[in-house]
């Protein structure tokens, strides 16, 4: 139970890496990892919003569920505080900084319905962590998360460039074949650290 | 356990975040009025926020899109003089480097923040959304239906033929493409050929759900695949499949001219249960000695006992054009022949048909200019 909050955010990255070993925020992996300025953008984007939305939402349980004995709701409330955290970013953003809104502020909306953004604030809950190591934790969860869309795209165009892909393979087939080969290979992590 | 508490937290969280949102858009995002200018001369006010998709489709113009403004189809791209900003991640992938130079975009990613100046083909001014009634459902083979929809309102439609319209897939803010197979002297109705795709949104509702008298609204015509009437040269057309609508329509609207220029209609299939229309296309053959329709079945079954052509539909088309050569072999000789170029092509089918199609037929002589084709 006492990991050092250090230790989690490593694990998260990578040998409990949300997207490779719990195979969790698959959509926009294989749909948006064509290329690759735009999966740094969409990685960027999430590492912002998967801290924000467990931060909220961690003030939300500890605060207003718990003392009212109202975990059965959580997951509703951590819904609407994602979708509605995310809304008001992305009106922030077109306001003040339009540069920003037009590099990454375009995935915004896209990334409400990442299962990865849910799944954290779920995890911290079954985790029973502490402000210090939900931080950590998302931060880590979502690193790890914009290295996989990163690398994957990568390689992906790579592929393009090089390789004479069968026809059957071609599009999400040959991404899913990548993403399994990757998670094989970061199964090698697996001993690094291990946390809950 | 206590189910109440929960609920009305829940309540008056969603009622708090809800104002807290309200609040928040009305202080952050700017009201202001833009002007749209479109072609020079159509000036539009609107207040700012809104796509230019979704601005267009409210002021009743309509441009071809299929998946409802998530920039998945592409299919909305028009060009933007100044006023819509920069490029966006989302559409870099269906905007190649040329067509971003000539500042085209997709029409649902542009938000209206600006005044803004775009450039739209005047034929799009022409489509507008009809109300239609299905009139009429057969089936032409084993996953072919062909549909006759009477319109209502605008009781009239007047397209070019090769056209396509789109249909509005209900309960969705999705539409599919297809080609109108009748004739454009036929303005209070159209004819469709859909083929069932396995897992297809539109086509298994029109082909499972649909039934006679339901109503069917659709936004149309589009497409730049049309009869180009002012050439007199021959005429060869080539289809696969559902490309028979394109192409259909094109040789009824000829047929009803009189048939004022050669047409040769190849049309291939791959069995003799996936041919069809046969039957009206060697009566029309019958009928004026100028057309002439070639059917031929890449993969017969002996059961066919199938005697025309065999063969993909281009090797045959191959064939033919070396037999039309050689018959002018002497005209070419005296210098006055011109070759192929003399022929002008209609092509509709799946893409692999129509590009090996295109090889054919510039390998044998035929103008790239003068090919005309619609891939689906």
């Known amino acids: 139970m006492n ?8 694990a998260a990255i990578f040998p409990h890496n949300i997207a490779l070993t ?20 969409m990685g960027i984007s999430v590492i912002f919003v998967v801290t924000l939305t467990a ?10 569920l718990l003392p009212t004995n109202s975990q059965i709701i959580s997951y509703v409330i951590f819904i609407i505080t994602i979708a509605a955290s995310v809304q008001l970013v992305e009106m922030l953003l077109e306001r003040f900084f339009p ?3 037009v590099a990454f502020g375009i995935f915004l909306p896209l990334i409400t319905v990442n299962c990865i953004v849910l799944a954290v604030s779920l995890f911290m809950v079954l985790r029973e962590y502490d402000f210090i190591k939900t931080v950590c934790f998302a931060s880590g969860s979502a690193i790890g998360w914009a290295i996989t869309i990163v690398t994957v795209s990568a390689i992906k165009e790579k592929l393009l460039l090089i390789a004479d892909i069968p026809k059957g393979l071609k599009g999400p087939a040959i991404t899913m074949i990548i993403l399994g080969i990757l998670s094989l290979a970061f199964m090698g992590f697996g001993g690094m650290v291990k946390i809950r | 356990m206590n189910l109440i508490t929960p609920v009305i937290l829940m309540n008056i969280i969603l009622f708090i975040i809800t104002v807290l949102l309200i609040f928040a858009e009305s202080v952050l995002v700017p009201h202001k009025i833009c002007k749209v200018v479109i072609n020079k001369e159509r000036v539009f006010t609107t207040e700012s926020g809104a796509s230019l998709l979704s601005f267009f ?8 899109s299929a998946c409802g403004g998530k920039a998945t189809c592409g299919h909305c791209k028009i060009k933007v003089l100044n006023g819509g900003g920069p490029i966006l991640p989302t559409e870099e992938v269906f905007i190649t480097q040329k067509e971003k130079s000539a500042g085209i975009r997709l029409a649902c990613q542009v938000k209206i923040k600006q005044d803004i100046e775009v ?14 009634v299905v009139e009429e459902i057969s089936s032409l083979t084993h996953d072919i239906k062909h549909f006759t929809l009477k ?3 605008p009781k009239t439609i007047n397209f070019k033929p090769g056209q396509y319209i789109q249909i509005k897939v209900p309960g969705t803010e999705e539409f599919r493409a297809y080609s109108i197979a009748s004739s454009p002297r036929q303005n209070d109705r159209i004819e469709l050929i859909i083929r069932l795709v396995h897992g297809g949104l539109c086509s298994t509702y029109m082909h499972n759900v ?15 695949f049309f009869l180009r009437e002012e050439s007199d040269k021959e005429i060869i057309c080539i289809a696969g499949g559902c490309g028979m609508s394109p192409i259909r329509s094109i040789i009824l609207y000829l047929a009803e001219l009189g048939m004022p220029r050669k047409v040769t209609y190849f049309f291939g299939a791959r069995t003799k249960k996936d041919l069809f229309y046969v039957e009206e296309m060697t009566e029309l053959e019958k009928k004026y000695p100028n057309f002439k329709f070639i059917p031929a079945l890449s993969e017969p079954e002996p059961e066919d006992k199938w005697e025309g052509e065999v063969g993909l539909i281009t090797q045959v088309v191959e064939r033919y054009l070396d037999i039309y050569m050689n018959g002018r072999y002497e005209i070419y000789l005296s210098g006055r022949y011109e070759g192929a170029g003399v022929l002008e092509s209609y092509l509709c089918g799946p893409p692999p048909m129509i590009d090996a199609a295109i090889k054919v037929l510039t390998k044998k002589g035929v103008h790239i200019e003068n090919v005309y084709y619609d891939k689906f």
Do not use: R
Request: proline share 7%; charged share 15%; net charge negative.
């Open chain 2, 151 to 153: 319109l209502l309102e």
């Open chain 2, 119 to 132: 450039y739209l083909p005047e034929h799009l001014f022409e489509a507008k959304e009809y109300q239609a």
């Open chain 2, 57 to 64: 489709t409210k002021n009743k113009i309509f441009i071809p």
């Open chain 2, 210 to 224: 649909l039934e006679v008298g339901d109503k069917v609204v659709f936004t149309g015509p589009f497409g730049e």
């Open chain 1, 3 to 10: 990991t050092h909050p250090l230790l989690i955010f490593i």
């Open chain 1, 55 to 64: 931060v909220i939402n961690w003030f939300v349980y500890n605060l207003i």
């Open chain 1, 22 to 41: 719990y195979i969790l925020g698959m959509c926009p992996l294989i749909a948006i990892s064509k290329n690759l300025k735009t999966a740094f953008g």
């Open chain 1, 99 to 101: 540069p920003l809104q």
